[in-house]
């Protein structure tokens, strides 16, 4: 192993804010600090109150082959934008698989549009996103790769929930609790039964629509 893959290897183990210090102590620290590669998973949680628009202009030269991202509860206030976070995913999102952007409320129509270009993604976790629309919800039908769906909290409807369903048939892990606009989880059930094989886990939580009819053979 070479000097550069050694390097490599140990600042792999560094956190955002100890890559950021190593990259200001010398050149070569510097080059590898900044290459894409230190970037494939990016958790950007831990840091909230910190993300904004400027945040994420100043990474995307770094996160262009980021496959994991997670910005959950980052950009409220008006600190991270729809238009913000639209040029960061149009620049950064082509190899995504992981996108978690649990209760964030920048996200809204105009983002699910350009999500549902990563045509990898796997995972999508809008826990509590509650500025989507149902017609931003018909984007997720796009992403035929889905395996894991969290829609806790959402606006989503019953049509959007089986219209997703029928999209992506290897779903399976999804999270529709506490949806208070899916007015029949019979239908869903029924629904996942017919077109998710694959189906491990499912979350009706609060769900007060729910028989036993589609569970009888």
């Known amino acids: 192993m070479f000097q ?7 600042l792999s183990y560094l956190d955002m804010p100890s890559l950021c210090a190593a990259a200001m102590t010398c050149n070569l620290f510097f080059r590898h600090c ?10 950007l949680q831990p840091y909230w109150s910190q993300v904004d628009d400027h945040a994420l202009d100043t990474l995307h030269e770094r996160c262009r082959h980021v496959q994991r991202l997670n910005l959950s509860w980052c950009g409220n206030y008006g600190l991270v934008t729809p238009s913000g976070f639209r040029s ?3 620049l950064c999102g082509i190899e995504l698989t992981c996108l978690r952007l649990a209760c964030c409320k920048f996200v809204d129509n105009s983002v699910m549009k350009i999500i549902n270009e990563c045509k990898y ?9 509650q500025r989507i629309e149902n017609r931003g919800f018909t984007n997720i039908l796009k992403l035929e790769s889905l395996q894991r769906l969290n829609l806790y909290r959402t606006t989503v409807d019953v049509h959007s929930v089986i219209a997703i369903i029928r999209s992506c048939p290897d779903l399976a892990h999804l ?3 506490s949806c208070t606009n899916i007015n029949s989880v019979d239908d869903v059930a029924i629904e996942l039964g017919r077109n998710c094989k694959k189906l491990k886990s499912v979350d009706f939580w609060r769900s007060r629509t729910l028989t036993k009819l589609e569970f009888m053979p």
């Open 34 to 43: 900044y290459d894409p590669l230190q970037y494939t998973e990016l958790d």
């Open 4 to 10: 550069g893959e050694v390097i490599q290897v140990i």
């Open 175 to 177: 999270n529709i609790g």
């Open 121 to 129: 993604l796997q995972e999508l976790d809008l826990h509590g996103c």
């Open 88 to 90: 960061f995913l149009q």
